[in-house]
Structure formats: C-alpha cells, structure tokens
C-alpha cells in the first residue's frame, strides 16, 4: 500500500477539494479560499490525513507553472497598448503605493529585517484576484462599465509586473554586496528568456502548432502545448529563475500565436486540476493554532491591508475614472490579495527571505480577503445606490446649451453604446425630440460630430436628470448593461415623473422582477430577443413552412412580451414594432417587364435580393432587369410587406427546398 500512498493522497486532496470549494461556490465564495481551508483540514495541523506532502509540494510546482501558463495565454497584450495613459498610470500608482505602504509598514513593525523582503511583502500585498475581481464582474454584468473597463487592464498590468520581480527575487537573499552583480546578471538572463520569447512566438511556436495541429490529433496537440510549457520552465529554472516565470513566458509565446484560444480550452482542465494542488500544498503549510494564538495580529492585519489596497485603488480608479462612484468601485474590488501573491510568498518563504511567522500570518489573512471580497463589493454597491437625496456622482452636466434641454415630451437615452448608438442614430433620422445622457468622455467627439444632442454626466446625478428633463420627458432609455445603476435609475426617474415610460435593459433573465419592482414599463433581455431570432434563422433554414414560422414566432413574442411588457397591447407592436424581415423564394408567373415598370419596392416596400433564371444566379438585380415568366426571385420583406407582395403580383411561393448548390448561393447572398 505504500506505493500507493501518492494515489490515496491525491484522492483525498481532490476529493476533499471537491465538497469544500462546492460548498464555497454555492455560498458564493472564492473556491481558493476553499481549497486553502482543505489543505488546513486534512494537514498535520488538522486531520493529519496526508502522508507524502513533499510529492503533493512537487506536484504543486507542476500546477504553479500551468496556473502561470494558463494565465499568460489570456494575456492579450494588445489590451494593455490600447487602454490608455490614464490606465497604465492608474496601474503604476496603484502597485507603487500599495508596494512602498506594505514595505515601511511591515520594516517599521518589525515583520521582517531587511529592506529587500520588506519590498517583497509590499510587492504581494499589491497584488489582487484577478479570478475574485472577475467573477463578481461578469456576476453583476459589469464588464462593460465604467469601473470594469478599468479594473480588468489594472489586474493585467499587476499580472505583468511579476515578470521582474520573480526575475529578480533569488538575488534579493544575497549579503548587499553581491545583490548589485547577482541583479545584474539576473536580468540578463531574465532578457534571454524574453529573447527566446520573442523569437519563439515569432518563429518556433506557430509553427510547431501548426504542423500539431494538421495532424487532427487533440492527443499531440496537448503533448506539443505541455512540451512548450515544460522546457521553458526548465530552461528559467536551470537558469535560476522560477518554474512559474518559465511557465507565464511559455504561455505569453502562445498568446500571440493564432493557437491561443485553442490551446486555452486544451490546457485549462489541467490546470486546474494541478493548480488546486497548489492551493491545498499552501493550506498544509498552515497551523490552526496559529490563528487562535495570534487573532489579534491576524485582525490588524486584515483591517491595515484591506484600508491601504481601498485607498491605493480609489486613487488609481480616480486617475483612470471620471466618477467618484466608479473609484469607490475600483478600491473596494481590489481589497484582496490575489493568487499569485500566494505564489511570491512561497517562493520567498523557499528561498527564506520571509519566516515562518510571516508565512503563517499572510496565508491567514490572504483566506480572510478573499472570503470577506464579495461581501465588501456588494457592500459598497448598497451605499452607493441608496435612495437618499441623488448626490453628485463625481461628474459635473455639460450640455450643449449653457442651462441643458428645453425639451418637452422627448426621449431620454441613457448611454450612448452599441446600443445607445443606433438608437440615437434613428432617433435623429426620424426627427424625434430626444438626448443622451453619457459619462464617458471618449464618446463626446463622436457625438458632437454626428450632431447627436448630449448632456456629459453621471445619470444618476439629480442636476443632470433635471437638464435633461425627466420631468417633462415621454420616454426614457436604458440601454446599459449596469444592472445596480439600471436598477436604481429606474426609480430615480419613476420618483420624479410618475407617466414617463421607461424601457431598461436587463442583463440577465434574473434582474426582469427587480426592475420591474423598480417602476419599468418595458423590458428588453437580449437573451429573449437573441432566442426569437435563432428560432427563425433555424426554421427557416430547416424550410419550414412560411406559416408555421410566423405562428411559432408570434406565440415566443406573445408569451415573452407578456413578462416584459405587461400593460401594452400586444398585438399592434407584435406585427408593426417588432419587425422581424424574412428571406422567400418566389416564382415570377406574369408577363416580362423590368424591375423598374413593376415598381415592387415602391409599392410594397420589398427588397428584391436575387433573381434565379435556369440555375444562373444574378445577385441584386438592378432596376433595367427583365423579369420573366417562371423565373425566381429572392425576396426580404416583413409580415406586412410580403403579403402586398402576393396581392399585388402573379407569385407563388417556391415551397420546395431548393438545390443544395442553390440554397448555398443564396445563403451567401
């Protein structure tokens, strides 16, 4: 059974990993925090039920280098060169202040002796979860706001920032007068390995996938992309760098190859699978006696991180935001130490820079952060969004008039997105009273050149509300995909105009009955509409009849717009608001005559998209083609539209499929 005790011991961590971290995630915890509690469990301070912890530690060295892997694969670099000088100064103050903070604390209170493993504390402590900060983004749908279009860029550039401080970690131990050679040559061969990087990504890499990759094997193609992995942790291990460097270089390689998502989606149960390894290895480490002995230094601690990463964040999200709110948002994300923190703190309690004493205290607090993160952010979202009197959100109105809008019985657009934009564009094109409300300042230029009237300001600011006039407004548009700020706008404006129709947009199926408690008339969830129009792309495709299309079409929007839009008349909007263009093939049975004499747009509004003549296809024929008799013709139109099309004209609907090589050329059309 001895030889066997590697296996028994594997079960247990994965095993024991698998009910704690299930548990945490239905709590809605961070599972890492999960798998360090398990690994203080089943340890030698708890229940004693591994036997080789120096197997498990190498094994653990394994999903350190895939977790760093995995993580230089989604890596995009080119986010980093496009986010801005605000961003990437927001990154420096952040990691410089939280870096200096923890450096003169930690000296100052006697932690550690030294300046060098002072820095390295400063250095983990400035670190965040990408993995935690991440979560609760997508879980709230803020990866499209304000404050989430910051904080991913922040947690890429402290992700970067590992690559010279593990370069240069091993000389830091050394006595003061040798760090300044043994640095030196650390960074030049940290800039070899960055030279093979480079090399690699731009020669060796593509290529060596690329001929994996046409064997059609996913075997060999894992067996290359582990290979890359491994011998580039080699080569900065024997180098005397770390496994976990090798490993974050070997994965940036792949990252600029066109082979990264596929390698991503290969690696990353293995990665997972060895890096919770590293999780549990870090928990065997832990004393529980330790906690009950020291609960006071472990709450000071806690309470002095937490204070200093707040702080440092709100002053980098003020630098790269225009909002307070938005800077509160980023501090309170970043409180936490992050999973790579974990990483520099093992590696310099291996290399015996920090003690035991300060291993124990930063394993401690690092569970403490990452279990109290969620309950801080939602937090924070609560005091932000109460309804008290709206104050300035840290964003003052500018308009294109010196005293906002005299506007009466107009619209009222909330973002000007992807979304926002369209819209805003028909508006104009239809010559409707309406003005966007749009805080970020990137989008004002654009504005201003399509002459889109605007207010600059945070909708959620009273003074801004007024210059645009929700009091006098007939509609307001929320087109953002901020659920809190969708939320709370919506009562805001209900508050203040008890007629006005509001239409918000609801992230997720979830948010429908919160903003319908809010006070909103109409719902719009893209996930409903994204399903109407799957359904008909699919029936359509399957040639299913022209009449069985529109009735399972009109019963989806029936049932669906009955939830969303509960005190409308559904069936003028089901046929007239809600257009949905279908695409028909038609057989002309008339007499021969151009386009133009027949004058089918003008009098149906049809779009004639192809014409079919014995097989020949002439796409888009113009007015001076000549129509004849059994020829067919591809045509768009909506419900409407397409029934003048059949009372007006001698046509029948070619219901057979067509020709396979048919249908493909039209499909292309």
Not at 630 to 640: A, L, P, R, S, V
Request: aromatic share 8%.
């Amino acid at each position: 059974m001895h030889k066997l005790a590697l296996i028994g011991d594997l079960a247990t961590v994965w095993l024991s990993a698998l009910f704690v971290g299930g548990l945490f995630a239905s709590l809605r915890l961070p599972v890492i925090a999960g798998y360090i509690l398990v690994g203080i469990l089943i340890g030698p301070g708890g229940l004693k039920l591994i036997s080789q912890i120096d197997q498990i530690n190498v094994l653990a060295e394994l999903g350190v280098a895939l977790l760093l892997f995995a993580l230089g694969v989604e890596l995009n670099i080119r986010q980093i060169i496009h986010c801005g000088k605000r961003t990437l100064l927001a990154a420096f103050v952040q990691i410089t202040l939280v870096s200096l903070a923890g450096a003169l604390i930690s000296y100052g209170t006697g932690i550690v002796h030294g300046w060098p493993p002072a820095f390295l504390i400063g250095f983990i402590c400035a670190l965040s979860s990408t993995a935690v900060v991440t979560k609760s983004l997508i879980d709230r749908a803020q990866t499209d706001s304000n404050h989430g279009r910051v904080l991913i860029p922040l947690l890429i550039m402290q992700d970067l920032a590992l690559i010279p401080v593990m370069a240069a970690l091993p000389t830091l131990n050394l006595p003061p007068e040798m760090i300044l050679s043994a640095l030196t040559w650390s960074l030049v061969k940290a800039l070899l390995i960055v030279t093979v990087f480079v090399l690699g990504t731009r020669y060796w890499v593509s290529a060596i996938l690329s001929r994996v990759a046409a064997l059609n094997s996913k075997e060999l193609f894992v067996l290359a992309v582990i290979s890359i992995c491994l011998s580039l942790s080699l080569l900065a291990g024997s180098l005397g760098l770390s496994l976990a460097l090798g490993g974050f270089l070997a994965g940036l390689m792949i990252s600029e190859s066109p082979y990264g998502l596929k390698v991503l989606g290969d690696v990353v149960p293995l990665k997972d699978l060895f890096s919770t390894l590293f999780f549990v290895s870090v928990g065997l480490l832990l004393s529980p006696q330790f906690l009950l002995n020291n609960l006071s230094l472990v709450a000071g601690f806690c309470l002095v991180l937490i204070v200093v990463k707040v702080l440092a964040g709100m002053l980098a999200g003020a630098i790269a935001t225009r909002g307070r709110g938005d800077a509160a948002r980023v501090g309170v994300a970043m409180a936490q130490l992050g999973e790579f923190s974990f990483v520099l703190t093992t590696f310099g309690y291996q290399l015996g820079m920090l003690d035991a004493h300060f291993y124990q205290l930063f394993i401690v607090g690092a569970v403490i952060t990452l279990i109290l993160s969620p309950f801080l952010i939602d937090l924070t979202e609560r005091l932000l969004f109460l309804d008290k009197d709206d104050r300035d959100r840290g964003a003052s109105p500018v308009s294109g008039t010196k005293n906002g809008f005299a506007l009466s019985n107009h619209l009222i657009l909330k973002g000007f997105g992807r979304t926002g934009r369209n819209l805003a564009l028909i508006l104009k094109d239809c010559k409707i009273p309406f003005v966007v409300i749009e805080l970020d300042g990137r989008k004002l230029k654009e504005m201003e050149a399509l002459s889109i009237p605007f207010i600059y300001g945070d909708a959620l600011n009273s003074h801004v509300l007024a210059a645009a006039g929700v009091d006098r407004a007939r509609c307001f548009v929320i087109s953002g995909p901020d659920m809190p700020i969708n939320c709370q706008l919506t009562k805001i404006a209900r508050r203040v105009n008890k007629e006005l129709r509001i239409l918000v947009r609801a992230p997720r199926m979830d948010d429908v009955e919160s903003l319908l408690e809010a006070g909103a008339d109409m719902i719009i969830q893209p996930e409903f509409e994204a399903s109407i129009e799957m359904t008909k792309l699919a029936l359509v495709s399957m040639a299913s009849p022209y009449d069985t299309i529109l009735a399972s079409l009109n019963s989806l929007r029936r049932n669906g717009y009955r939830i969303f839009k509960p005190d409308l008349e559904l069936e003028p909007f089901i046929d007239y608001s809600h257009k949905d263009y279908y695409g028909l093939w038609y057989v002309y049975e008339d007499r021969s005559s151009t386009l133009d004499s027949l004058a089918i747009r003008k009098r149906t509004g049809i779009t004639i998209l192809a014409l079919n003549r014995e097989g020949e296809i002439l796409p888009y024929p113009d007015g001076t083609t000549i129509v004849e008799r059994g020829d067919q013709i591809y045509i768009t139109g909506n419900e409407y539209q397409i029934s003048n099309f059949e009372s007006a004209y001698k046509v029948t609907q070619k219901r057979e499929e067509p020709e396979r090589n048919e249908r493909d050329r039209a499909e292309k059309l």
